[in-house]
């Protein structure tokens, strides 16, 4: 089976400009989250959907948005980039959300913002 | 405080040794931790998940949690130069249901 996708791998951007990253989970899991890992830190909590609906979101700014498809795939969108929006961008799905169920992460992607 | 704390390294052990990575986290009503490895460059992959008292045994891995202490650890025999890479805890995200808040990581060095 296949894993957690991601597109692009890489991205650059500049300051201001807008980026849509997109991730397809492990068939036959609904929950998608997003995390933001900066180099040096660990990953970031950004959103969590299941079932197309958010459910929940971590402390970042309403730059950020996300939402999830009827494929249970996700898109995370931010807009106004800022320097500090570089990072590596994880996607992390899981089968539903019992707190026990293991999450595994896509290959990333790595933005670069100038 | 931070949810979950971990000492960044780099913590060096030479091969074949045990290496011993430890985690402390400040919600006392978690329940259930992760441990991943990251490799420079790479995403997360898991290796263990421990969410009861006690042991947790996997191959040359062991977790262990003790929820009065409130800390976590994670065992590596017969350290492996492959072995060396980036280890991050995760525990349950502060904000409720069951996203994850992870360390800052610890950075694993395994010399020859």
């Known amino acids: 089976d296949a894993g957690v996708t991601q597109s692009p791998t890489h991205l650059i951007k500049t300051r201001g400009q807008h980026v849509t990253l997109r991730c397809s989970p492990i068939?036959?899991?609904?929950?998608v989250s997003w995390y933001q890992q900066v180099l040096g830190q660990g990953p970031q909590f950004i959103f969590q959907?299941?079932?197309?609906?958010?459910?929940g979101r971590g402390n970042f700014p309403d730059r950020f948005s996300a939402r999830q498809f009827p494929n249970y795939s996700s898109e995370l969108n931010v807009n106004a980039l800022l320097l500090g929006d570089s990072a590596l961008y994880l996607c992390?799905?899981?089968?539903?959300?019992?707190?026990?169920?293991?999450?595994?992460f896509g290959p990333g992607t790595r933005l670069l913002v100038l | 405080q931070k949810e979950v704390e971990q000492n960044s390294g780099p913590l060096s052990v030479p091969e074949g040794a045990i290496a011993s990575l430890n985690c402390t986290y400040s919600?006392?009503?978690?329940?259930?931790f992760f441990w991943y490895r990251q490799y420079s460059g790479k995403s997360p992959e898991l290796i263990m998940f421990?969410?009861?008292?006690g042991d947790k045994e996997d191959g040359r891995f062991t977790a262990q949690l003790n929820k009065a202490s409130q800390y976590v650890s994670l065992l590596i025999r017969d350290s492996q130069p492959s072995d060396s890479a980036t280890y991050l805890c995760?525990?349950?995200?502060?904000?409720?249901?069951?996203?994850?808040?992870f360390g800052t990581g610890t950075q694993l060095k395994v010399e020859l």
């Open positions: 995760a525990g349950p995200y502060t904000g409720g249901g069951n996203k994850l808040t």
């Open positions: 992390a799905s899981r089968k539903g959300l019992s707190g026990v169920e293991t999450q595994y």
């Open positions: 919600d006392r009503g978690s329940q259930s």
């Open positions: 068939s036959g899991h609904k929950s």
């Open positions: 959907y299941y079932e197309k609906e958010e459910r």
């Open positions: 421990i969410y009861s008292n």
